[in-house]
């Protein structure tokens, strides 16, 4: 079972507001992920990061930022929301070292931006 | 660069019937595949995975999937559909420093 909580689950937000949502994780894991998904399409990685002080962008390119100051915390941070931001964000963690390693998600958070 | 293709986007069974759902993958290197479920409203739960051992893999709730190396495939099945079992699956290969996932396959059972 993996022990890994994001929160809010759901968030509507007008245009123009910053938001932050909260990832955290209690395996100890190093890396820790961020995932953009829309509804019913594939997942894409907008952030990732090996450590603490460690962030690296995705594959899907993202207005939103990433911090990790504490290895248990990875939050993602709109600053200014936009109605293209409307999506579920999906953060995950896997431990360090070997490809094989599971990767375990989160619920999610969705975020509708209207 | 890694990558998978999910075959239908939608699959539609009977309960009791079998399911598979098929993957195939790309890779340079030997792959690891794992398979994911994502009920509604939920994030991914993972069901099984490949890491170069035994090519036939037992997951949870039943299902299994088949590494096939001349195929390229790592299709997921399960001999007897129950009406638990439906939601999304994504079939994914661990690419650099990442998971890069299939489009997804809705599974649709039936009574």
């Known amino acids: 079972e993996a022990d890994i909580y994001q929160t809010p689950r759901y968030l509507v937000i007008g245009t123009g507001k910053k938001i932050t949502l909260e990832c955290s994780q209690t395996?100890?894991?190093?890396?820790m992920y961020w995932y953009q998904q829309d509804p019913g399409m594939e997942l894409h990685l907008i952030h990732y990061?090996?450590?603490?002080?460690?962030?690296e962008k995705g594959d899907l390119s993202s207005e939103s930022t990433v911090s990790r100051i504490r290895t248990e915390h990875f939050p993602l941070t709109l600053e200014s929301a936009r109605p293209s931001h409307t999506s579920q964000y999906l953060c995950a963690s896997s431990e360090r070292g070997d490809s094989g390693n599971t990767i375990y998600f989160g619920e999610g958070s969705w975020l509708t931006v209207v | 660069a890694q990558s998978v293709t999910q075959l239908g986007s939608h699959v539609s069974v009977s309960e009791g019937a079998l399911v598979l759902l098929r993957c195939n993958y790309s890779?340079?290197?030997?792959?690891?595949l794992f398979w994911y479920v994502q009920y509604p409203n939920q994030g991914l739960q993972l069901l099984l995975k490949y890491t170069s051992a035994a090519t036939l893999v037992k997951g949870i709730n039943g299902f299994e999937a088949e590494f096939k190396k001349s195929e390229t495939s790592f299709h997921l099945t399960k001999p007897s559909a129950h009406m638990s079992d439906a939601a999304e699956y994504f079939c994914a290969v661990r690419g650099f420093q990442k998971l890069v996932f299939g489009t997804g396959t809705r599974l649709l059972v039936s009574p």
């Open positions: 890779s340079s290197v030997p792959p690891y």
């Open positions: 395996m100890g894991h190093d890396k």
């Open positions: 990061s090996y450590g603490v002080n460690s962030t």
